[in-house]
């Protein structure tokens, strides 16, 4: 079993930035137990959505919207991944969740974490 555990989120106005971490137990993200680790929100009323993901050999997908703002990375030492937003938009206010699991592709994948809440508001 795998515990992911999100932080970082928090409000935060419009074009500053917030970085989000997701800290794994059980299982470190080098493992072959986890191949891809992703960010996904979900805000109220939508469906959830991926926003970006990166492989266990560090190859990286982001959704259209987020392109040139958000960047996923990870430090399988620390077993930690990262998501760096830059210039914050009031529609990326959602609640962003952690992804991971041992299945190919960009998911979902099996695990999820508890969530934390990313407000953009002035």
């Known amino acids: 079993q795998v515990q992911l555990v999100e932080s970082g989120g928090g409000l935060v106005q419009p074009g500053g930035s917030l970085t989000l971490s997701c800290a794994a137990s059980s299982t470190g993200f080098g493992s072959f137990s986890i191949n891809g680790v992703g960010w996904y929100r979900q805000a109220p009323g939508k469906q959830r959505e991926l926003v970006a993901a990166i492989a266990r050999r560090g190859t990286r997908t982001y959704a259209d919207f987020v392109k040139g703002r958000f960047t996923i990375s990870r430090d399988n030492a620390k077993n930690t991944v990262y998501l760096q937003m830059n210039s914050l938009k009031p529609e990326d206010t959602a609640v962003y969740y952690c992804?991971?699991?041992?299945?190919?592709?960009?998911?979902?994948?099996?695990?999820w974490g508890q969530g934390t809440q990313v407000t953009v508001s002035s």
């Open positions: 992804n991971a699991g041992p299945s190919p592709g960009w998911g979902p994948y099996t695990y």
